[in-house]
């Protein structure tokens, strides 16, 4: 129906991972839900509870259609957002300034939190995303 238009932002998944890892370490109570001990690491999260956190998932997962095709108006990134907003605003015809919320506090550089394990380990979960929005991890 071309009376809807459908956009997305996607994001680096290195970046991605280290995210929602500082996020749920600051939620008992997810933590909890989810059953991973308080004070888990970076490490141990991607290897023993991954498959539990459904917010690892490839970013693909959630674009696919019925029929495995990603049938979007427009993708923006993350990392491109401030100039990908003049597309996502052209795409709905609307003249909006871009708002910021959710700034991290942590001024750790995400890079930071990976080991060369680690790093294969997301560009294993993540190759699908990888590909299809050519991510690296530089």
Do not use: H, M
Request: some cysteine; hydrophobic content about 40%.
């Amino acid at each position: 129906d071309d009376d809807y238009k459908i956009f997305s932002v996607v994001r680096n998944p290195w970046s991605r991972a280290v995210s929602y890892y500082k996020n749920l370490i600051d939620n008992p109570k997810i933590l909890k839900l989810l059953r991973i001990p308080e004070g888990v690491e970076f490490e141990e999260l991607l290897v023993k509870y991954a498959s539990r956190c459904r917010e690892l998932r490839p970013q693909i997962y959630w674009l696919i259609n019925w029929n495995g095709i990603i049938d979007i108006d427009l993708i923006a990134k993350q990392e491109n957002l401030q100039e990908d907003w003049k597309k996502i605003c052209d795409l709905l015809e609307l003249d909006l300034e871009l708002p910021f919320v959710n700034i991290n506090k942590d001024p750790t550089p995400w890079r930071d939190y990976y080991t060369p394990y680690t790093r294969q380990l997301i560009a294993k979960i993540f190759k699908e995303d990888i590909k299809q929005f050519g991510y690296t991890f530089g």
